[in-house]
């Protein structure tokens, strides 16, 4: 491939449930939890697709405003999306997290839903119009278990919480607490919830964050919230272990990769036409491409496992 120049990588989408693929390698520093729906989907080709120009559309509201919903598709397979990073992440950093959450959702597949927490940002797909929901029966409080503390810290945390909590309930759904340098805690609402919503969810994901205590860190996924709490200043950590070059490149990838329509690239590979392969990857196989305006690109189309 080196003799082919001008060559722009375009990572389309990781579409894979192969159980042996290293999940580690993606599921590394920030995740927190990956949930599946219960409802498979009908038609593989169509649901990349869908599920591809849902996760552009939502990009291009994240990109300036840490949030977006975009509904893709139509009939059985028709899915709802919706993307959030939280307010204490840059506008690069929510981007990146945004790309995480996108090559990562797809292990949910073949479940038509599924839900992504990474600490930062969080990605919801379902096949019908969720956006107002706040509690659901498989939210639950995920505990860490590194360090169990005295009464002293408990109360801090209690503090902290209580603190994010009501910030985040006067202020459009979100806040963030502190306590000396003891105790953090961040609350934060979907944006699609009204104020009752997003106080009922959050007063459930307060008591639900609260059995965690005496360990240190405590996260609550719930269907229409999120609450931390914990002893590590986690604002501000979102970039970590990135220098301003590799953020730069990344988000650069993003945009490059997001920027193409599914049926843009069909076109410029000719449907990806056997003729047109530059080789196979780990991931998938990559193609040769000339876009519309004459760019010379190479699509990497990444293969979901199929098991229907
Ligand atoms: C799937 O989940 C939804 C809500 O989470 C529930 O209403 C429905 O009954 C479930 N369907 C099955 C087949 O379990
Ligand atoms: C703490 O959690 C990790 C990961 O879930 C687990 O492997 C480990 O066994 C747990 N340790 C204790 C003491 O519960
Ligand atoms: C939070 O709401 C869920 C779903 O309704 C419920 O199962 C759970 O018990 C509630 N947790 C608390 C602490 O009230």
Redesign the pocket.
Known sequence: MGSFRGLALIVLLILTCSPSLTRSAELESNFVELRC???TFHNARMTAIYFTDNMENIYTKVQSNHFGISSTGSGPDKMYGLAQCYNYLSQVECALCFSRLCTVAPFYFPDISGRVYFDGCFLRVKDYRFYRETL??TDHAICGNSTRYGPAFMASAGKAMVAAVSKAEANGGYGEGRESSSAYAMASCLRTLDASGCRECLSNASASARRCLPWSEGRVDNTGCFLRYSDTDFFGSGSKGMNKVSMKMASALIKSSLNFKYSTLAKATGSFDAANKLGEGGFGTVYKGVLVDGREVAVKRLFMNNRH
Do not use: V
Request: overall charge positive.
């Open positions: 729906g219960n409802r659901g029966p």
